[in-house]
DNA sequence: TTGAAAGCGTTACCAC
DNA sequence: GTGGTAACGCTTTCAA
């Protein structure tokens, strides 16, 4: 079934076809009708492959994707498939996980005619930038910055990191650790910017602890470390970079006795399911995800549009969720 | 940068080109050598498009995948997008998530010439090997089976249960429960089997309890349940029907005072990453996740190469990996 | 308002 | 061995 199968069985010409399909104007609405039905009736699709080759979009979208270990990105993942279903896009995945696939990424790119690129990884982001960059590929970076040849959308990670500096203060907290890892993506860098400076404002310093990598692994490593600091050394309360770390921490002090938020309070940032769950009930600045990811599909679907237009960085401010895992001092400090 | 300019460069025809870089036998090696040394000098790559336009393969695997609530998905999407690229394979996303997208992925798997399709959902599973089948796109069902136009690799999940029931047997248990959900895939449907009939066998009961979801949540809500139980109708053993259930259903019993494994012995299925968490330590059934998603493509491979093999259904043997959440049981019938 | 023809980049079938 | 030509299915000038 072919616009020429179609054309015969209409009597027109395949010309004819494409355009009443495509809505050109200047077909009569009776021959469109006509060729609607029929098209319908056959079960037509037009070949996607055959439309990009003719000049026009793959309707193919490159998805480049870091470490799965934080669900924060699989949730990411979920709402980019389930919005590019809705305008009509589909999702090929250049890269997924750990590691740099340059050369892979980059033929598959080219070869299949992705119209546009999606990237969410730490380590990927600059050099998939650069490249798409110079193919005329348009590019969105989500929840990551970058100088070069893209557009992004993150949350206002340093804002968020202060807001949750602010609530900790307001608790009555007076000793702060942070939790990251060493080799920090614009992200983290963004987070404990935020953190540390609002505290500096405010007269207090910061302790900082890292794990290996940032996954619950990690977090769990630090919360070891911190659990085995003496009791007057032990911070009030610990900011870690995203939640999955938060999570390692919590269940590290618990279990070397300590109780969340009684004798340490914990947050963290993103808001991933985990982080509901009635063991944790983590309090942590909430990620628009959902807006993150429209507007970033906005984008990116207006640049492929019109490539000319220029670089734009959008900014969403993150809300805090106060749950569980943190709450105020002043009844400790009476103790 | 085509096969056209390519030829102009070389002083050949454009027909040469192409088969010079196919691996024609009848081009001549000095040919052959001078127009590969222009091709890789001018970065040419051929068009994937053009290729499969004109009747090859289009290179793409169309995925099919269920909820990501289980991260066991996540690690197989994960595996699966490794070995697409090793063999030159993209993974195109066709459907990610719960519910049903029936016409759009078909669509999809139409209009892109998808060459053949890899299905790890549940639900969808039967419907879409169905409409696979009618369009001649071969499909493998990874860890799901269907008696219709598909092949399947999926592990032993009875003999896994089997091996299961067994070992909690030897380790002295003597009353058990199993946690799963209502809406029953194949997958849970022989896990509990294999199970229940090797306990009965040795004849003993199970009893059942279940969650909404096959979910931490719903391995949750079955764990406050045993938990509330009084203490001599409590199970001495429980095995989930996967390893993220089994997660919440030890949660839920530590937040309830009850010790895994002193109290209660808790077993899973799957060996996800978060189960050799040093705070869970579960024992469960590993399920050869390379080995399955390798051999899925493999199967895949061959069909796509010759669409008129037969169907074939592959069994995976599971490791019983016993961790720390289960325990012989003697030293309590002692106290 | 419609039809004919060219072109997108490849591969494949025939000649030479 | 190599070159011309057709074909894949579509969109898009250019004519009429």
Redesign the interface.
Known sequence: MTVVTLARLAGVSHSTVSRALNGDPRISSATRERITAIAIDQGY??????R??SGGR?G?IG?VLGP??NPFY?SM??EV??QA?VRGL????L???AGS?EE?TL??L????VDGCLVTSAQLSSDIADLCGRRGVPVVMLNRVTRLHASSVSSDNIAGAEQMAHFLLSEGHRSFAFVGTDTASSTAQEREEGFCRALSTAGFGVTRFSGQSSS??GG?AAGEEIASLPQDARPHAIFAVSDIMALGVI?AL??HGLRVPEDVSVAGFDDI??AS???YNLSTIAQPLVTMVQRGMDLLLARIRNPDLPHETVLLRGRLVARGTTRPRMIQDKL
């Open positions: 699709m037009p070949d996607a492959l055959a990009t080759l793959s193919l998805l799965v270990e699989i993942l979920q498939v389930a279903a589909r999702p090929l995945i890269h997924l996980g696939a892979d033929r598959a080219h070869q299949y005619r619950w692994l769990f269940d618990r279990r399911a985990e769950r009635p063991t």
